[in-house]
């Protein structure tokens, strides 16, 4: 284990520990985590397994650059058996425990699976309102894992009025909703952002949200007025299992089966796909200077006005 691994770890220890999270160590990046009891057999089972990943040491091996290496498909691999066991797999890897806005998302994401989140908000406290393009801005590049991207129509929650450590006004909750980036024949309007405020439950938030995003017949997307029925949400395998979505009507499409993050292994920098030097990127696999550490993909989840008009009648109704 190097220096930069042992700085890593002894953060991610002192998280847990501090936190009171029951964990188990099952090696040195291996992390069992007990929030609830789970028993099978008489035998508690970890609901959720940490794992902290070296990037360099588990890079995918590409023949053609004369290595070997994990499969592109290893962690979506590791992320889908233990989902079939119950267990949701967290990855928690070195570039992200140094960049400081993804190390402080995935802790809160941590804190909401076990339970241990200490500030807690009630959607029927909040109304559905507009972001203005700048506070949106200044949310997402705090409390998004993947920061800013604009989007068509945002639409967050917003405090009534003051509510214990919250003022009136407060955000506290957002979804965003724009032109599909990815499968633009297949669904109408993709979920571009969704996000909570740091170390904040928003009970019912989700919901609220969609709840009213639902009964909007058209969005302006550009210059295109779209009246929608297919709705996609994809979800980052990689720390989030999108358990949640059925309960608000969507439905699993499909597991894109893997990804990956490219690493410049001279400067540290952790980047995805860059197709305007994909050939110098090929250029500095071959040198050895970029690797690529498989990611666990998406899972891509796809709501449809058509198939929900009955569930959607009966909450007009309630």
């Not at 995918?60 to 290496?69: N, T």
């Not at 358990?243 to 540290?268: A, D, H, Q, R, V």
């Not at 860059?274 to 796809?302: D, F, N, Q, W």
Request: with cysteine; proline share 3%; glycine share 6%.
């Amino acid at each position: 284990m190097n220096d930069k691994d042992t700085k890593n770890l002894s953060q991610v220890l002192h998280f847990l520990t501090s936190n009171n999270i029951p964990f188990v160590k099952k090696d040195d990046f291996i992390f069992d985590v007990f929030s609830r009891q789970v028993q099978i057999d008489n035998k508690e089972l970890p609901t959720m397994q940490i794992r902290y990943v070296n990037s360099a040491e588990s890079k995918i091996g590409y023949k053609r650059f004369g290595y070997d290496g994990l499969s592109m498909k290893y962690a979506y691999e590791v992320s889908k058996s233990n989902e079939d066991a119950g267990i949701r797999v967290m990855w928690w890897r070195d570039f992200e425990v140094e960049n400081a806005r993804k190390n402080e998302v995935i802790k809160s994401y941590i804190l909401s699976a076990c339970g241990k989140t200490k500030r807690k908000v009630f959607a029927r406290d909040c109304v559905v309102k507009e972001i203005p393009s700048k506070q949106l801005r200044t949310f997402l590049e705090t409390n998004c894992f993947y920061g800013y991207r604009s989007a068509s129509k945002n639409f967050g929650l917003y405090l009534k009025k003051d509510k214990g450590d919250f003022k009136k006004d407060d955000l506290v909750m957002m979804w965003s909703i724009g032109h599909p980036f990815y499968g633009k024949s297949l669904y109408d309007l993709e979920v571009i952002r969704a996000s909570t405020l740091l170390y904040t439950q928003v009970i019912g938030g989700a919901s609220k949200l969609f709840s009213h995003i639902k009964n909007i017949p058209t969005i302006t997307c550009g210059s295109k007025e779209i009246t929608w029925n297919k709705l996609s949400f994809y979800v980052d395998y990689c720390h989030n299992t999108g358990k949640s979505l059925p309960l608000l009507g969507f439905k699993l499409l499909n597991y894109s089966g893997g990804g990956f993050m490219n690493l410049n292994t001279e400067t540290g920098e952790a980047f995805n796909r860059k197709p305007a030097i994909h050939k110098k990127i090929m250029e500095m696999m071959a040198e050895g200077k970029v690797i690529s550490t498989p990611l666990a993909g998406v899972k891509t989840y796809v709501y449809c006005k058509d198939e929900n008009s009955g569930t959607q009648n009966k909450e007009q109704n309630e």
